[in-house]
């Protein structure tokens, strides 16, 4: 639950356990609950077997399909809808899940957690359903005024659960980054409060993630034949790409081939793969904001691995980063395209991604997915399959849909009635003092929410 570890590194399971291709073929008919559980149990050695089944189950309950992430054929690539969670990302896999363990482990030690965090849109909606409800758990969501998508605010401000607090500060994601970074930093306040966060970087995210990978290979390699397959990823903090990667440590060598890690415009990632040179640049605003990051947060896990995990080497090379705001791998470039191809797709290709597919095979696109399947045509080989990964619905982020074919996308049912639902936020100006003072008010208040 500390999300960073004392030192401020990242933390990672000592060892990645190995599947064997017999115990590969025994999950060949598991639901997506089963093989959760079977990839989990492996990685976590202090929840009884049968509480961590019951977290698992009620965390892919709320999943509009029985697949949970089901697959489906377009052209000549497979791609693999993880969208159809309560918030239509594929954020809702991992968070769904962290929010029954948080709530499990809470109740354990009996204590609390107020959860505080900054949103452009899709991690504070997908945290805020991960969390709505649970009694040990209250949320404080930041999001800059008027400038998220009326789905993405409405996803957010509609859950009127009373341990749920939405501020809508005037100001920008910048500003609302930077108030709940200098909360944190009053080690004393953090403290009082039982502050923590739910981003990216904590580990269990990640292990949720690794499931769909396997699942992946369970239903499409044809197990008869030794064959192996490749993945695109549209990437932003690096959390899904890396889940790929402990996917492939932990599969018989082989079984996934190829990782394509696909950049926006923002392609500090592609940047590293292609050249070895990874330097900060400027955020590039597109039309795939979850991917809009320069610094990828899970960034650091890889080079630990690169770098023959040597966590010593790791902190040095993440100081030198820090204060340089580049990094010379070069001399790792060969090892690094072993692991790795990449692409960062324009932003007029992605449109015409989207068309494309639309105009061909009926099938919608949403930008962030439309980026990996751009990229995943550059590295396609014959003969082996490419799952692309679909992190959010068409829907969410319907005007750039509309903008490439003409139509906007239909929401399903139970979002559409968000859009009326009654709803709550509480508008302030963008003051750390204010802010921090709200958090007081309701972290430990009983009649809260209002
Ligand atoms: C968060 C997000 C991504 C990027 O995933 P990372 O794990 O940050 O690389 C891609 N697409 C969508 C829709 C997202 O919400």
Redesign the pocket.
Known sequence: MMGLAEDGGLLLPRTIPRVGCETLASWQNLTYPELAFEIMSRFIDDIPANDLKDIIARSYDTFTRNEITPLAHVGEYHILELFHGPTL???DIALQFLGNLFEYLLDKNKSTLNILGATSG??GSAAIYGVRGKERIKIFILHPHGRVSKVQEKQMTTVVDDNVFNIAIRGSFDDAQAIVKKIFSDVDFKAENNLGAIN?INWARVLA?VVYYVYSCLHIIDHEKDSSLDFA??????????AGFIARRMLPEGTIRQLVLATNSNDILSRLVNRGDYSLGEVRITS?P??D?QA?S?FERYLYYLVDSDATRTGELMEEFLKNGSLDLKSYQEQIKRDFTAASVAEDEVLKTIAHYHAEYGYLL?P??AVGVRAAEQYKTTGIPMICLA??HPA?FGEVVAEAVNTEPELPENISAILTAESRCEIMEANANDIREYISTHAHGKDEGK
């Open positions: 990302a594929f954020k899709d991690t990216s993630q990823i549209p990437t932003g903090n690096f959390g899904d790409i890396f795939s979850s991917m990051i990828a899970n949403d962030h997915t992190t959010a969410k």
